[in-house]
């Protein structure tokens, strides 16, 4: 009498997630392993909508810049500036996970980069923009095998260490930069390296560096460069098991990051009449960029957009409300901000999409706050 049969067995898994067996594999298989095939994922390029969107808010962004007052446009530029410097942070802060607190060191290296060519050599703007943004990324790529070995918040004190050294040694090279004193830029009268472009100029330039950055940022979200960079955020250790060569993707973010970041400070430098260290290197400017990427979505491509107008809007108009206490009060709003929506704007709109409520509450408690 034959055994009545049992169950049937669920059936294996193709090929489960083990180092071991991760190791057999050849670096292209292992490669291919660790990015899911799931539809659209893998592109290089983002979607037609994404595209779509991107071209319209450039468009809307213009028709906005033409009928801001010449005593706004300053103001309409510094968004825009901030929208870049957003996304260089998120490539580094959001995508990879390597939250970086001296992105000010790259702004003011790109800024007075800029203004040594401009004054030193008598290079025009344009020519002065690209060696300044060529230095920052060969920096970058110096410093960067070096600091990326570090994690956490050894790796953020070490950032600012890094910024508050680039500092201290502009301030104490004073034949090539002034010093303390300040080193003036000729960007207008008859000295000028190029034509005035005035304040509407400089607005057109920064938003036409927003554009790009935000479009940087949505390539970089769909490509494979991506992923590899979330698989690091996510577990590093891990990654490296499945093949990601870890050391090259976060030295290309680094680099990345401090490109963006040292075009972004070179046309800053570019709109002053003086340079001054506090300026270029303040944290102050840091800690906003870090405030909006978390404002609106860190690792995303929208959430630095929302976040970077949403946060610059919000400091002008409290800084007319409250004139002598607009920055407590800008405080509040961000405490506030960050305990009711952990996850950035962006992330908020996507739980209330998917559970067709608003849990402000239930997200509290989901983070435990």
């Not at 959001?94 to 790259?106: A, D, L, M, R, T």
């Amino acid at each position: 009498m034959s055994p009545a049969p049992g169950p049937e067995r669920p059936p294996r898994a193709p090929w489960p997630a083990s180092p071991a067996r991760n190791a057999l594999l050849s670096p292209a298989a292992r490669e291919d392993r660790l990015v899911p095939p799931a539809p659209g994922r893998d592109s290089l390029l983002p979607s037609a909508a994404g595209w779509c969107a991107l071209v319209l808010g450039l468009a809307a962004a213009y028709a906005l810049l033409t009928q801001v007052s010449s005593g706004h446009e300053r103001t309409v530029a510094t968004i825009f500036m901030f929208i870049a410097l957003a996304q260089a942070w998120n490539i580094l802060g959001g995508f990879c996970g390597y939250p970086i607190f001296g992105q000010v060191g790259f702004f003011g290296l790109g800024g007075y980069a800029v203004a040594v060519l401009m004054t030193g050599p008598d290079w025009p703007l344009w020519a002065a923009l690209a060696g300044g943004t060529a230095f920052c990324a060969v920096f970058a790529c110096l410093v960067g095998p070096v600091l990326m070995r570090l994690r956490g918040h050894y790796f953020a004190i070490a950032t600012i260490g890094l910024a508050e050294t680039l500092r201290e040694t502009v301030v104490n090279v004073p034949a090539l930069t002034g010093g303390g004193a300040g080193l003036a830029i000729p960007t207008s009268g008859s000295g000028a390296a190029i034509g005035e472009l005035g304040d509407e100029g400089f607005a057109v330039l920064f938003l036409l560096l927003a554009m790009a950055t935000t479009a940087v940022a949505a390539v970089v979200s769909g490509s494979r460069f991506g992923w590899r960079l979330r698989a690091i955020r996510q577990d590093e250790d891990g990654a490296a098991a499945l093949g990601v060569d870890v050391s090259r993707a976060k030295c290309a973010a680094f680099a990345l990051f401090a490109l963006i970041t040292g075009l972004a400070g070179g046309l800053y430098a570019a709109q002053q009449v003086v340079l001054y260290p506090e300026g270029m290197f303040s944290l102050e400017i840091t800690l906003l960029v870090i405030v909006m990427v978390l404002m609106g979505g860190s690792g995303t491509v929208a959430g630095p957009v929302l976040g970077a107008v949403g946060g610059q809007v919000l400091s002008e108009l409290l800084r007319t409300v409250f004139p002598q206490g607009h920055i407590l009060v800008l405080a509040l709003c961000i405490i506030v901000s960050v305990i009711v929506f952990p996850w950035g704007a962006i992330g908020f709109a996507r739980l209330v999409w998917r559970t067709r409520r608003i849990p402000l509450l239930e997200a509290v408690r989901t983070c435990r706050l």
